[in-house]
């Protein structure tokens, strides 16, 4: 983009800037259609060691804390631990905390064998039964700080809070929230690849095989967008 690279990745109205469009609805609008091509379907799952553990997005109330979070989106991360080193990662905004929600995503995107561990809250009990191998380190106990057993899940946690400021200045809406995570992991699982121009060409080829959602869709998707336009043709 003429040499001009958003530090966070690219937001509507940068994007407006850089490329010199008038519209900014134009520009959001390309941007959550391209979000929208950056998962294939069947993308290979997790294998190995995998940490999973939670982590909230937004803003919340006064003496709310911890898993008694209400009104903050809730994002569960599961990442590749390959001898210490981060792997590839998956993400996922769930409504709560209980087994169906945890555990469902540990089945979509870790392959089965592989080994789970997580701190000792009770949605992970049991996903050994799902042909998991299952580890538990009870942090709510221990002496060391929690980014000691966790360290990938800490260091993409606050990797994401971090692009969600830079990009969104953390106004990510809830209806939206999916496709910006699966933006950040696009870009993390493929930040150390230099062959950038090959990325782009990979993605533009997915795009022209996802399903067109019609911008009037998007915006209404927020709950403040548009509403669908009036039919005026002549009635017979």
């Given at each position: 983009m003429g040499g001009h690279r958003q530090k966070y990745g690219a937001n509507a109205l940068g994007l407006k800037r850089t490329l010199g469009l008038g519209s900014y609805e134009t520009t959001w609008a390309w941007l959550?259609?391209?979000?929208?091509?950056?998962v294939r379907p069947d993308r290979d799952q997790l294998f190995g060691d995998v940490e999973v553990d939670e982590t909230y997005l937004g803003e919340e109330a006064p003496g709310i804390t911890g898993r008694r979070t209400i009104n903050r989106a809730i994002v569960v991360i599961a990442v590749e631990m390959n001898g210490g080193q981060i792997g590839r990662i998956r993400l996922r905004h769930v409504p709560n905390l209980n087994m169906t929600s945890l555990q469902g995503f540990i089945v979509d995107v870790v392959k089965p064998g592989s080994l789970i561990h997580t701190d000792g809250w009770q949605g992970y009990a049991g996903i050994a039964s799902k042909g998991f191998r299952h580890r538990v380190t009870v942090t709510r106990t221990s002496s060391q700080p929690a980014h000691v057993p966790f360290p990938g899940i800490h260091r993409v946690a606050s990797l994401l809070k971090r692009w969600c400021l830079?990009?969104?200045?953390?106004?990510?809406?809830k209806e939206h929230l999916d496709y910006y995570l699966d933006e950040f992991t696009f870009r993390f699982n493929r930040r150390m690849s230099r062959a950038?121009?090959?990325?782009?060409?990979r993605l533009i080829t997915q795009a022209v095989r996802t399903t067109h959602v019609d911008t009037d869709a998007l915006f209404r998707a927020t709950g403040r967008g548009r509403r669908p336009r009036r039919d005026t043709s002549p009635q017979g």
């Open positions: 959550h259609k391209l979000r929208r091509a950056m830079g990009t969104r200045h953390g106004a990510i809406s950038r121009g090959l990325l782009f060409y």
